[in-house]
């Protein structure tokens, strides 16, 4: 039999690194027909037909259900690991039943897989990026616990290896090494010609999704002192301008002609692009005619990698500045185009320059990112300029030189071959899994919506202390949910909002786990004479409603009454003479006729008052014809 592979990343068909790495990597494995594989895809429905177009299984990570995508999307937090693959990964387990678990993506979008009772029955590799330093703590905690840690670059391998985990090694993002390599000069120039790129233009590249991290004002400014020299220059930037970096924006703080960036259109229609200056989305396709069809290039809808090489050939230069990364892949497309690339000497950049890398470093300065502490690179526009005017006096054969190195040096350490014999070597080694073993079910902590929270000044300790004592969770500032809650409370939201927000998910996670039995809320000698009276809330009605007490008393006294209420209005009743018990609420007391008896359910109240309720949502009425008719004004009670 087949070993059965389950490959927890994006998805083969994703624009993203770990998607191309995912493609590079799956493709390898499937072609030598010695296993199953079973792609889990991030951030995909279950079922979702796109990713039919795979050669080998894929299933996605979210619930096919809206409902319970709905319910899931609640809680920002939960929402974002369920995208990674938390939510139905024990499911999918039990379903599939792999032999190994490699799980890839940034470690918060993996390590929730570390505590499961199969993680270590199966044959399990966590393949993870980290970027900075100091190293997050989750990745420390959990070195002892993953036998097999494997990390995108030397520098968090290094890292990880003087906190004393030296069982850590570097196993790299694999490329598709054939399908980038220098085009011939002739071909070169017959692409500048279908770009409108004249012969003389000196074009700078960089390759990047439009993030944060992603250095582009570092980048402009050096480039602008670059172009004082170099007037016949242009700025190539590949990606998407609807997200991140206001480009234009920073190009005018900066003097620099929207002429002078280029960047790549994508039709969606004919599936052509063409690199020229931006002009906004939805363009008609310079092609195919097609009109609203061209956009800059994303994760979701961009070039081939046939093209992608087409467009590095389009460089004379690559330039790469960024805070922080895990690999960045670009940097090592470049490479086998014979780029030379200049690189921010920082997190994976330090690979990427060592001796014989093909790079030149960048300087950069120090800073704190703000909230997770992490140190990271604001690269020196300077250094970006003095190594640009570097590469462009360069004689002719030694960037020749430098980019054959640069290209063998990728080639050597991330081609697919390199990587995908690791894990070919690997996988073969590992024994089948023998899945006898007794499943231990998770168990669930109940949360505490009705706990009294003191009103904490700083925002961060309250966020905190909301995580601990409603929902009974101890988390770090590194949690996508904090993340999430403290750019709420920058934008403005009232803390009464997010805290009834937390409540909420505290009483439905209550309701689920711990269902309340009503037959434990109630006396054992008083079947047959017990009364319901139902008010939810406001503390004004409830304490309207005491004045009706009297005179139920009087109409049943054989009967014990008994209040149900949210728990924060129980003092209102407590002392009260005639109420013989304070019951919590639920939803479930909105079903009148459940608790009054009907069909096969069993009756718990002879009557149930419940004048919250409107006759569109139920009939609280009935009182199974045992109420009291005070004939002086013909109504019931």
């Known amino acids: 039999m087949k070993k059965k592979i389950l490959y927890q990343s994006d998805s083969a068909l994703a ?7 995912t493609k590079a990597l799956l493709s390898y494995l499937h072609k030598t027909g010695k296993y199953e594989i079973i792609s889990y895809c991030c951030g995909n429905a279950k079922s979702s037909p796109t990713l039919q177009r795979t050669p080998w299984k894929s299933i996605g990570t979210l619930p096919d259900d809206q409902n319970q995508l709905a319910q899931l999307n609640k809680d920002p937090g939960q929402a974002r690991m369920a995208s990674y693959g938390a939510h139905l990964i024990d499911e999918v387990v039990k379903q599939e039943k792999p032999d190994v678990y490699i799980a890839v993506q940034d470690i918060w979008g993996v390590d929730f897989a570390v505590g499961k009772p199969w993680f270590d029955k199966i044959n399990s590799i966590i393949w993870t990026t980290l970027d900075s330093l100091p190293i997050l703590p989750s990745a420390i905690d959990n070195a002892s616990k993953i036998k097999n840690y494997w990390i995108w670059s030397n520098f968090a391998t290094k890292a990880l290896h003087e906190k004393g985990h030296t069982h850590v090694k570097t196993v790299h993002g694999c490329l598709e090494t054939k399908n980038f390599y220098r085009l011939k000069d002739e071909e070169r120039k017959q692409l500048r010609a279908n770009n409108g790129i004249s012969d003389d233009t000196y074009v700078v590249g960089f390759v990047f999704r439009n993030q944060l991290r992603k250095s582009v004002p570092n980048l402009l400014e050096g480039f602008k002192k670059f172009q004082a020299d170099v007037p016949n220059s242009k700025l190539l930037l590949h990606t998407h301008w609807a997200e991140g970096w206001n480009i234009h924006k920073l190009a005018d703080e900066h003097k620099i002609s929207k002429e002078d960036i280029l960047t790549t259109y994508y039709c969606n229609s004919c599936y052509g692009y063409k690199v020229k200056p931006f002009v906004g989305q939805e363009q008609t396709c310079d092609l195919c005619g097609k009109e609203k069809s061209m956009n800059t290039t994303s994760v979701s809808a961009g070039v081939s990698e046939v093209q992608l090489n087409e467009i590095y050939n389009l460089m004379d230069v690559y330039c790469h500045p960024f805070t922080s990364g895990g690999q960045e ?34 300087e950069w300065s120090k800073y704190i990112e703000h909230q997770t502490e992490f140190i990271k690179a604001s690269t020196c526009p300077e250094s970006i300029y003095n190594n640009l005017l570097k590469v462009y006096y360069m004689p002719k054969e030694e960037l020749n030189a430098m980019g054959k190195m640069a290209r063998e040096w990728v080639i050597k350490g991330f081609s697919v071959e390199a990587i995908g014999k690791i894990f070919e070597d690997f996988i073969d080694n590992c024994e089948p899994t023998d899945y006898n073993f007794e499943e231990e079910k998770k168990e669930e902590v109940r949360n505490y919506p009705d706990v009294f929270v003191e009103n904490i000044p700083d925002d961060s300790e309250w966020v905190l202390t909301l995580y601990k004592k409603i929902l009974n969770r101890e988390i770090t500032i590194h949690d996508d949910g904090y993340k999430y809650w403290m750019q709420q409370i920058s934008n403005k939201t009232p803390r009464k909002n997010i805290e009834d927000y937390f409540r909420k998910v505290a009483k439905d996670h209550n309701d689920k786990n711990f269902p309340v039995k009503i037959e434990d809320l109630l006396e054992d000698n008083d079947e047959g004479k017990r009364i319901l009276y139902v008010m939810p809330d406001s503390k004004k009605d409830v304490f309207l409603i005491t004045s009706l007490f009297k005179s139920l008393n009087q109409k049943y006294p054989d009967h014990n009454l008994y209040v149900s209420t949210k728990v924060e209005n129980f003092p209102l009743l407590w002392g009260n003479e005639y109420v013989h018990k304070v019951i919590p609420y639920s939803e479930s007391f909105d079903n009148i006729l459940s608790l009054e008896g009907v069909g096969e359910s069993k009756e718990h109240f002879e009557m149930v008052f419940a004048p919250y309720l409107t006759t569109q949502r139920h009939s609280n009425y009935i009182h199974n014809m045992k109420d009291v008719i005070d004939k002086d004004y013909l109504c019931t009670f």
Do not use: H, M
């Open 329 to 362: 892949i670009p940097i090592q497309e470049a490479k086998l185009t014979e780029l030379v690339t200049l690189v921010t000497d920082y997190s994976c950049g330090e690979e990427q320059c060592e001796e014989g890398s093909g790079s030149i470093p960048l």
């Open 15 to 21: 624009k993203t690194g770990f998607g191309r790495n």
